[in-house]
């Protein structure tokens, strides 16, 4: 029996062999060497630098979301891209068209509440501070400031009688953050 099974094992080997061996490719079958020089390595794009509030082209925007550091792009509402850097205030006139965007929701806060929800894009956390229109028991309309913000551990019901003192009373809770300039209060003027 172990003839047999010796037998039977040496034939597999022999014929895998065989077959195999017919599959390799001669030295006269194989593919000419190519005569076209080999592709060089495209050289990296330059880091995109400016300062924030700088125009970004869109070639340049896109370029800039892909690299490391704290500079980024926004695109403003009319599609245009303005560099911003996530460790310094924003460029006023972007924190001028967030204002407008979050004022464009009236006196809806929840809808208010949604549009800073998208202004994440800054790479910062948003406060609003807007007026609030309410009404008292007696159907008399009463207008307060008010700061709102996803935050973390924002505190609720910050209100004053102006942006002024609202953003005064905002301020000592910001000193108290590990890192306040990822932050940005925004003023809503509506």
Known sequence: MRAFTASAVLTAVLTASLLLGGCAATESEAAP?????????TASPEPITGAPGDSLSAE????LNGQRGTLRPYEMNDGSHVLIDVEQPLPPAV???????????????????????????????????RKLHAG????????T????????????????????SVVSQVQPWLNSQRDPAQYEVIVVNN
């Not at 008292?136 to 207008?143: E, I, P």
């Open 33 to 41: 060497a190519s005569s076209a020089p080999s592709p060089q390595a």
């Open 60 to 63: 340049e925007a896109k370029q």
């Open 95 to 129: 924190k001028e068209e967030i204002a407008q965007n979050l004022g464009s929701a009236g006196n809806d806060s929840g809808s208010a509440l949604s549009k800073l929800n998208q202004e994440s894009s800054t790479g910062k956390t948003i406060i609003m501070v």
């Open 136 to 143: 008292d028991g007696n159907g008399n309309a009463v207008f």
């Open 145 to 164: 400031w008010v700061a709102a913000s996803y935050a973390s551990g924002f505190p609720m019901g910050i209100m004053g009688g102006s942006a002024d």
